[in-house]
Structure formats: structure tokens, C-alpha cells
């Protein structure tokens, strides 16, 4: 049975469309629609409820060791208040999820992990820890708000002070406050525009939410569901486990490399990957050139041949045109190559192009 977020029946009020997700009833769309909550966040703002993410706490002495051996990225850098992309991998290399970590202290970090990947990756990690660590998931004790879109900075200045609004992409402020409200203020997202993510407590959830509401109304802030955030996420070409990444696609495949760092620690799953860093396939950018919108799973061919498969599609608002990701042979990945995608059996003609399809203006 799938669980409630705190703002549930903010979502209902509204008449979000409610759909299951990762265990939880969250709303897909609400009445503006995707379309219309897609261009929102391009051009002005977006409010999502991501209350459904993990959040998982490993505390100690040996609390970075633990997560050079767990993770792949080096998180020896780090200062307090800064975040990290990195992956987690089982031992032939395979992507167990990837997730974010944000230092806390020397001693201490917070993990963000994907909501659907929760409870298996408490288990994995609780499972390889060594040494003094203390581990504690508390997912169900904060609640997630994402404010996303170019006037995101203006809304949250209505609401809080310079030292509570992180300057830097990938930075946090851990004790901030939001309209009177104890929040940990991350900036980062998952839509490729500027934006923060808000952490609080559940009972704080929707008196949080209503007041960026009623702050970014006059900027034309506007609640969006899980519809847009995919539209958003495959426009900035970021990837999503499940699609672009999973047990059997390993981080190179998947386009990754920058949060692998094979020269640093020893971590599990590096001896398989010291021999896939030059990949058979690769996950590329499709442009959809003729009628149709590639879904996810479509066999993707060069003269009738099968080279690889299309592993997430939409059409994007904001590009208007048909777009895709695709794993295929690294051999066949030269920009501009025309290939064709097997939809429903009817062919669709496309073309390899870089990614990613969006970025944002500096």
C-alpha cells in the first residue's frame, strides 16, 4: 500500500491527478497540465513535493572511509556545506543508484538517495559499513520541497535571509530558515534550471509550501507534478535509474565518468570497471525527426540493424520538437548519424545528436 507525503492533501486541494510512485501518492499533473508546468519552470518557476527521496545519515570516526568504500566518487575535498554527485555500484560494476552526498562535518553526511531505490540502498550500505560509523536512515522524519526555475532566487529572498540561501550550485546552508521555517537549503535540482531544494520537518511540510506559494505567486510560481519533472530531467539530459542506469549498466555506459574516480580509493565494484572504461555502448542523445515519440525501450537500428535501445523519449515543451536518450554500440555514436527507432513496429526516422538537448543561460 503506498504511503502519503505531508503534502498530500495540499496536492488534492489543488487537484493534482494522483498516481502511485515509488511507494507514495504524489500527483503527476494538476490542472495547468504538463505542458503548461514545464514552461514555468523554463521561464519563471516551479514548486514540486520530492518528499518521497531518501535521506540516510552515516555519522563517525570512520564515516568518510566508509564512504570511499561504498561509493565511487572522492569525497576527500569536501568542505562543510558543499554536495557531491557520486554513484554506488555493485562488485561487476553494475549501479546500485546514484545519489548525492552533502558534508555536514568531517564526520558527518547526509545521502540522498532515489525514492524507489530506498530500502535497497539502506540494506546495501548497511551491509558493507566498517570501523566506527553510525548509520540512520531518516527519511521519514524530513520532508522535500523543490523550488526550480530562474526566479527561484527572487521568490526565496522574500522568505529568507543572505545566510540561510546557499550562492553556490551544489552548496547547502544546514541551519537556514525559511519563513521562520528550520530548513536545510541545498542548491541543486533535478530540472537543469537554478534552483534550491528545501529539507524540514513533516509537520513544517505545508505551511512551507503555501508560503513559496503565495511568494512566488506574483513571479508566476506554480505547483508542477512528476510529469513535468521527467519532461524537465530529459531536456537537461540527466539521467534516472531505472532508464539510463541500473544493475546492468555500468557508469561509463551510462555517461558518468565524472563521478567515478578510479585513481582514488579502493570502492566496490572498481576492479570490474578497470575494464569498461572504454565501453562497447554508450548512452547518446536522439533527435526524433520524424512523426512519432519514442517512450523508452524501442529498439534503436542504422540501415535496419539493431545497434542499441532507446531508454527514455517524450516530447519537450520549451525544445518543441520529439527528443530521446539511447544506449548503442559506441561504434555507431558519430553526431549526425541518422538512425531510426521501432516504434510499435512503425519506423521513425532520428539522428544522433549531443547532448544536452537544454542548457540554461548562465
Not at 556545506?81 to 555493485?90: A, D, E, F, N, Q
Not at 524507489?116 to 536512515?137: P, S, T
Not at 529568507?160 to 528550520?182: L, M, N, R
Request: proline content about 4%; aromatic content about 8%.
Amino acid at each position: 500500500m503506498e504511503s502519503k507525503t505531508p503534502l498530500y492533501n495540499r496536492h488534492v486541494a489543488a487537484g493534482g491527478k494522483i498516481v502511485p510512485f515509488a511507494g507514495y501518492l504524489l500527483p503527476v499533473q494538476y490542472p495547468s497540465g504538463v505542458i503548461a508546468e514545464h514552461m514555468a519552470v523554463r521561464t519563471a518557476a516551479g514548486l514540486f513535493d520530492i518528499s518521497h527521496m531518501g535521506e540516510i545519515i552515516l555519522e563517525g570516526k570512520d564515516a568518510l572511509a566508509n564512504l570511499h568504500h561504498i561509493l565511487t566518487n572522492d569525497f576527500t575535498g569536501m568542505y562543510d556545506g558543499r554536495v557531491r554527485y557520486t554513484l554506488m555500484c555493485y562488485d561487476d560494476g553494475g549501479v546500485v543508484d546514484d545519489l548525492v552526498v552533502c558534508r555536514m562535518s568531517e564526520s558527518k553526511y547526509l545521502l540522498v538517495v532515489n525514492a524507489a531505490n530506498r530500502k535497497k540502498d539502506a540494506e546495501w550500505i548497511k551491509a558493507h559499513l566498517k570501523g566506527d560509523v553510525r548509520f540512520e536512515d531518516i527519511s521519514d522524519h524530513v520532508a522535500q520541497i523543490a523550488l526550480q526555475g530562474p526566479k527561484a532566487p527572487e521568490i526565496l529572498k522574500k522568505l529568507a535571509g543572505e545566510s540561510s540561501i546557499p550562492q553556490k550550485y551544489y552548496t547547502f546552508v544546514e541551519k537556514g530558515a525559511v519563513g521562520g521555517i528550520s530548513c536545510l537549503v541545498s542548491r541543486t535540482g533535478y530540472t537543469g534550471e537554478l534552483g534550491y531544494e528545501l529539507y524540514c520537518a513533516p509537520q513544517d511540510a505545508e505551511r512551507l509550501w503555501d508560503l513559496l506559494l503565495e511568494a512566488g505567486r506574483e513571479y508566476g510560481l506554480i505547483p508542477c507534478g512528476l510529469g513535468a519533472r521527467d519532461t524537465l530531467r530529459l531536456e537537461a539530459a540527466m539521467p534516472l535509474y531505472g532508464h539510463e542506469m541500473d544493475e546492468t549498466i555500468n557508469p561509463f555506459e551510462a555517461g558518468l565518468s565524472f563521478g567515478v574516480k578510479m585513481d582514488s580509493h579502493d570502492f566496490i565494484g572498481k576492479n570490474a570497471l578497470a575494464g569498461k572504461i572504454q565501453p562497447s555502448r554508450v548512452r547518446v542523445g536522439l533527435a526524433v525527426t520524424g512523426r512519432g515519440i519514442a517512450r523508452g525501450g524501442e529498439p534503436v537500428l542504422i540501415n535496419g540493424k539493431a545497434v542499441g535501445k532507446n531508454t527514455s523519449g517524450t516530447f519537450c515543451p520549451f525544445l518543441k520538437s520529439a527528443i530521446a536518450m539511447a544506449l548503442i554500440d559506441s561504434g555507431n555514436t558519430e553526431i549526425g548519424t541518422d538512425v531510426e527507432l521501432d516504434i510499435r513496429g512503425r519506423r521513425v526516422a532520428a539522428q544522433i545528436t549531443a547532448l544536452p538537448f537544454y542548457k540554461r543561460a548562465k
